[in-house]
């Protein structure tokens, strides 16, 4: 947010949401209001720890604070508009929020933890070619609430604490740069949700000025770039944003990020078939990597009704893994999750908003 005084009320005031405001600001808020610096902390603990409802809940905070909170502020939940259980534990969330807007969240489940893919805006203009959140228009970007709201809402619905988050879901993360960073703050602070930001993984399509923004953060949290081609033809063809920022440009910042924070950088590569998944794709891949420790995501794309993407086979997939092992580099093939609830990126939102008839999605995962 930019303000970080208390909007006025009023009949036609525009309330702000509460949920979005880090422990500083909040605390600044309530500084212009008169209270002491320990009542931020409380109320702080009320939205991020205990996850209150209404203002009404908090107990400990005097009525007449209570009161004007409530006149300025909302703190509204997203409702759940359909939730889907996949045979392998993943869950999908499908949430609107208070304009009527949808988005979604996945949580999924690993031996090493409990995992939340968390949405950063309601739609993308990034244009992917294969990546179904960019299929419907951007809308607009998310506030740092509505996406504490996602873990919120899935930790209650679960039952159990989520300890990793990966802003992997709809939306370019960096191009929502500033809430995305207060959502960061909020949900590591130890007075609320706790998480580690060793626990974060951020995904983005490569917005250099953003990266290199992002780098003198020192955050610690983990950057995964979605790569996708080592060559700018086909890039440009799968990313629009490579005319923009090409790989030379790319590359160059993911450089200059491991080395101002320490932290190795992740490069997710989604193999698509007769595009980018031959030998000669592998090779380029390594010779783009070479010097470098970062760590290769292969993933089988998630075709998608109406884009032109098909999933290379398992055969070639393996294949293009075990050669760039061979050439130095540290590469996985991720494990596909949810795939019979629709658990790719925007698909269950196209669903939902009659883009992708629903009797026919299953057949495209």
């Known amino acids: 947010m930019n303000s970080q005084a208390l909007p006025r009320g009023g009949r036609n005031a525009v ?12 605390q600044q808020a ?12 409380q109320l702080f603990g009320w939205l991020h720890a205990r996850r209150a409802q209404s203002f009404d809940d ?19 939940q997203p409702d759940v ?54 299929h419907a228009a951007f809308v607009r970007s998310l506030s740092a609430g509505e996406m504490a709201a996602q873990l919120y809402t899935a930790e209650a619905l679960a039952g159990e604490r ?16 500033d809430n995305v960073m207060d959502f960061i703050a909020i949900v590591t602070d130890e007075a609320g949700a706790d ?3 060793r626990n974060i ?25 979605s790569l996708h081609a080592a060559n700018d033809a086909t890039r440009s063809r799968l990313m629009p944003v490579n005319k923009a920022y090409p790989l030379a440009r790319l590359m160059a910042a993911c450089r200059a990020y491991r080395e101002k924070t320490g932290r190795r950088v992740s490069y997710e590569y989604a193999l698509v078939a007769g595009q980018n998944d031959a030998d000669t794709d592998a090779d380029a891949l390594a010779d783009l990597l070479r010097g470098t420790d970062g760590h290769v ?26 050669r760039l092992k061979a050439r130095g580099v540290n590469a996985t093939v991720r494990r596909r999750l949810g795939a019979d609830i629709d658990a790719a990126c925007g698909q269950l939102r196209l669903q939902e908003a009659g883009r992708i008839p629903e009797d026919t999605v299953a057949a495209y995962l």
């Open 15 to 26: 309330k702000e949401d509460i949920v979005s405001l880090p422990l500083q600001q909040l």
């Open 30 to 41: 309530l500084a212009d209001l008169g209270q002491p610096p320990y009542r931020a902390k």
């Open 58 to 76: 908090m107990n400990n905070l005097p009525a007449a604070l209570r009161a004007k909170l409530a006149a300025s502020w909302r703190m509204e």
């Open 81 to 134: 508009v359909r939730r889907l259980q996949s045979a392998d534990g993943t869950e999908k969330l499908l949430l609107r929020l208070h304009d009527g807007h949808t988005i979604e969240t996945v949580v999924m489940r690993y031996h090493h933890g409990v995992s939340l893919c968390v949405s950063s805006q309601v739609g993308c203009r990034m244009g992917c070619t294969f990546c179904a959140s960019g």
């Open 162 to 177: 989520i300890d990793h988050l990966v802003l992997m879901g709809i939306g370019e993360p960096l191009d929502n740069f």
């Open 195 to 197: 998480l580690s930001m």
């Open 201 to 225: 993984s951020l995904s983005t399509c490569g917005l250099v000025p953003m990266i290199e923004k992002l780098a003198e953060r020192k955050l610690g949290l983990t950057l995964s770039v």
């Open 297 to 322: 995501n292969l993933i089988p794309v998630n075709p998608v009704l109406g884009l032109p993407a098909t999933a290379s086979d398992a055969g070639r997939t393996a294949a293009f893994a075990a």
